[in-house]
């Protein structure tokens, strides 16, 4: 394993980025589409439950690689320039959004209804109440298990690999295949993976105490 860290760095450093920029990139757009989608599965109004509802859906029942493949192959047919790292950083993203999505809706439906009512007669609109009152204390519950998605997000940024996304996982497929140092390389490419998800657990863990110590409204 150190040889083909030693011999292979550069590659495997050039894989790193393109796994920790698609991480970035589908963690943050994961997370807006999920908090988007988990307030219209519980919106009063019927036709956004529905949309909702549909999407958390389907994308949660379907393997993120088949979701990553369509945008490989069927949306570059619509959608000029959308290479493999792209069409697998968009899968990435709406694939997190739907198990994000879930998340935050169980998160708010555990705060008690009465605060919604309480801000609602103080009168805030909906939206205002969510913002202000609702969203700060189911962010405060679901700290732990959005960071279990987060750390999973990273690990499925290796779908990369199937469509030549350029990433760790790709760069290790390319080592493996010239040296035929199979079992090094794997061991290297996994240490490298664990180097990347190791902190963000921390960071979730840190978050989560923080946020205990918080006021509840």
Same mark, same amino acid.
């Given at each position: 394993?150190i040889?083909?860290?030693?011999a292979?760095?550069?590659?495997?450093?050039?894989?790193?980025?393109?796994?920790?920029?698609?991480?970035?990139i589908a963690?943050?757009?994961? %997370?807006?589409?999920g908090?988007?989608?988990?307030?219209?599965?519980?919106?009063?109004?019927r036709?956004?439950? @529905?949309?909702?509802?549909v999407?958390?859906?389907?994308?949660?029942? @379907?393997p993120?690689?088949?979701?990553?493949?369509?945008?490989?192959?069927?949306?570059?047919?619509?959608?000029p320039?959308?290479?493999?790292?792209?069409?697998?950083?968009?899968?990435?993203?709406?694939y997190?959004?739907a198990?994000?999505?879930?998340?935050?809706?169980?998160?708010?439906?555990?705060?008690?209804?009465?605060?919604m009512?309480?801000?609602?007669?103080?009168?805030?609109?909906?939206?205002q109440?969510?913002?202000?009152i609702?969203?700060?204390?189911a962010?405060?519950?679901?700290?732990?298990p959005l960071?279990?998605?987060?750390?999973?997000?990273?690990?499925?940024?290796?779908?990369?690999?199937?469509?030549?996304?350029f990433?760790?996982?790709?760069?290790?497929?390319?080592?493996?295949?010239?040296?035929?140092?199979?079992?090094?390389?794997? %061991?290297?490419?996994?240490? %490298?993976?664990?180097v990347?998800?190791?902190?963000?657990?921390?960071l979730?863990?840190?978050?989560?105490?923080?946020?205990?110590?918080?006021?509840?409204?």
């Open positions: 394993m040889s083909i860290l030693t292979h760095w550069s590659e495997l450093v050039e894989g790193m980025k393109y796994t920790i920029g698609s991480s970035l963690l943050i757009g994961s %997370l807006i589409l908090i988007i989608f988990a307030m219209f599965v519980i919106s009063p109004n036709w956004l439950r @529905i949309i909702g509802s999407y958390v859906e389907i994308f949660r029942n @379907i993120l690689l088949v979701v990553a493949m369509f945008f490989y192959i069927v949306m570059p047919r619509f959608v320039g959308l290479d493999g790292f792209k069409a697998g950083t968009i899968g990435l993203t709406i997190t959004s198990f994000i999505a879930e998340t935050f809706r169980a998160g708010i439906e555990s705060v008690a209804v009465g605060q009512e309480a801000a609602r007669s103080n009168g805030m609109t909906y939206l109440a969510m913002k202000y609702i969203l700060p204390q962010t405060k519950i679901v700290i732990p960071g279990n998605q987060f750390v999973n997000l990273v690990k499925n940024s290796s779908v990369l690999a199937f469509l030549a996304g990433d760790l996982m790709y760069q290790g497929n390319l080592i493996a295949s010239t040296t035929f140092k199979t079992t090094d390389t794997y %061991l290297a490419v996994g240490l %490298l993976y664990l990347m998800t190791m902190p963000l657990s921390y979730m863990r840190y978050l989560e105490k923080r946020w205990s110590r918080l006021p509840t409204v």
